[in-house]
């Protein structure tokens, strides 16, 4: 099991960093993607992070305001939103795979977490 965190209420014009880590197992040999379900909405794919660090951008990706990455020293992936918008307010999810897949390809594979709230708003 996946664990998110660091969701938050923030005004627009804001940062969070969300974070993933695992619960009893090492995120090391495993690829890892975020992705957001707005309320009424399909989950969509933000970015995910290769055993390796390569990263792959799904289509909601915006690569100048929204980073993945990962510390495999602290077992954890992070993603770093600045600039957050009303659109961005969503329930976030992390998830590992043995690879990024490729467009939706990643539904009904990995293991998820529970998700992290964001909600942006003034």
């Known amino acids: 099991q996946l664990v998110e965190s660091g969701g938050d209420l923030v005004q627009p014009g804001g940062s969070l960093r969300l974070s993933c880590a695992p619960s009893?197992?090492?995120?090391?040999?495993?690829?890892v993607g975020w992705f957001r379900q707005a309320p009424g909405k399909e989950r969509e794919g933000i970015s995910c992070?290769?055993?390796?660090?390569?990263?792959?951008h799904y289509p909601v990706s915006e690569q100048d305001r929204i980073t993945i990455s990962r510390d495999n020293a602290k077992n954890t992936v992070y993603l770093q939103m600045h600039n957050l918008k009303l659109e961005d307010t969503a329930v976030y999810y992390c998830?590992?795979?043995?690879?990024?897949?490729?467009?939706?390809?990643?539904?009904?594979?990995?293991?998820w977490g529970q998700g992290t709230r964001v909600t942006v708003s003034s």
């Open positions: 998830a590992a795979f043995s690879v990024c897949w490729g467009g939706r390809s990643w539904h009904g594979r990995g293991t």
């Open positions: 992070i290769s055993i390796g660090g390569d990263i792959t």
């Open positions: 009893g197992f090492t995120l090391d040999y495993y690829a």
